[in-house]
């Protein structure tokens, strides 16, 4: 029998020490210890930044998110346009909310496709090569100054001197993978969180009261399967069934856009999308995200135990589960 140690390492990915640190911290309790690594270590860095090129009247975003102890590009998105306002939109705003006004930009009027589809390629390369290494330290706060060569990358695509601004938030892997932006003070006390019970999103929202600016979120169905994956066993990046069934007019025409055309009068055949973001409920429900295109998400609501039509993104099982047969 492998030790609590060597089994959550296998299971978080963490190092020895940090095994040893978290089972600690949780009374040596294995399934306890799985649940509190992602929110013990800060390794996660979101830089986020806005750039202008006067000579051709080009305004920017973007966003890399990088994983610094896998040493690994988790995220890298840009938008570049013509309007100006997406320039006002303001660095210092919650990387979730960052990010869904930058897939809202991509619709406006004046967005460029191909320009903002270069920029994501050339983040990628960038925070991808050596040249990026140091943006991996833990521990480093970074100022736009470091970011110079980057600067003059994107001159050479975008044709001109190009101004650029920066700010970079430092994360853990729990705060990554939530659903919603929540505040300092629901972090301190996640218990109380729990307390109060799920908020459920309504259409057009997005998670919690307010909602993302600029995200559409739609009405889903996701199809059942009796001998499928229970939702609440899910995760994201795993693919499921889902089905437009919003009543609103944009809901419709995404839904023939899509392909999620009416089967009859009711029934709608379900895409093939990933799972974004999954929250579990007290009393065993779950809300589950899909994306289906940039700007354009759908949520459900529905028990845990409901079994779906899903195809998980891996078929690992983990040690913690075979130990205590679940």
């Not at 499921?240 to 009711?266: C, H, M, T, W």
């Amino acid at each position: 029998m492998k030790d609590k140690v060597t089994l959550l390492m296998e299971e978080t990915g963490c190092d020895r020490s940090e095994a040893e640190l978290a089972l600690e911290l949780c009374g040596y309790d294995l399934e306890t210890a799985v649940q509190a690594v992602p929110r013990l270590f800060q390794n996660i860095s979101v830089f986020k930044g806005r750039l202008h090129v006067r000579s051709e009247s080009l305004y920017g975003l973007w966003l890399v998110i990088l994983d610094l102890k896998a040493r690994s590009l988790l995220r890298a998105r840009a938008v570049v346009s013509y309007n100006p306002a997406v320039y006002a939109t303001e660095l210092s705003q919650h990387w979730f909310d960052f990010e869904a006004r930058l897939y809202a930009c991509r619709l406006w009027a004046g967005t460029l496709q191909g320009h903002s589809q270069e920029v994501e390629t050339l983040l990628t390369e960038y925070f991808g090569s050596n040249e990026a290494s140091h943006f991996y330290k833990e521990g480093v706060t970074f100022r736009d100054r470091d970011f110079e060569p980057l600067r003059s990358a994107l001159r050479a695509r975008l044709g001109g001197a190009v101004e650029l601004e920066t700010h970079q938030d430092v994360l853990d892997m729990g705060q990554f993978k939530e659903l919603r932006p929540r505040s300092e003070d629901s972090l301190a006390a996640p218990a109380r969180r729990h307390a109060r019970g799920p908020r459920k999103p309504g259409p057009g929202r997005g998670w919690g009261e307010a909602g993302a600016p600029g995200l559409l979120v739609l009405q889903v169905s996701v199809d059942p399967d009796p001998e499928g994956v229970p939702a609440g066993e899910l995760s994201a990046g795993d693919m499921v069934y889902a089905a437009i069934n919003d009543p609103r007019d944009i809901a419709q025409y995404l839904a023939s856009l899509f392909g999620a055309r009416a089967e009859g009068k009711s029934r709608k055949r379900g895409l093939l999308v990933p799972v974004e973001a999954i929250e579990k409920h007290e009393g065993g429900g779950v809300t589950i995200r899909v994306r289906f295109s940039a700007g354009v998400c759908g949520d459900v609501s529905i028990p845990g135990d409901i079994r779906l039509r899903a195809v998980p993104r891996t078929s690992k099982t983990s040690w913690w589960r075979k130990l205590f047969g679940r």
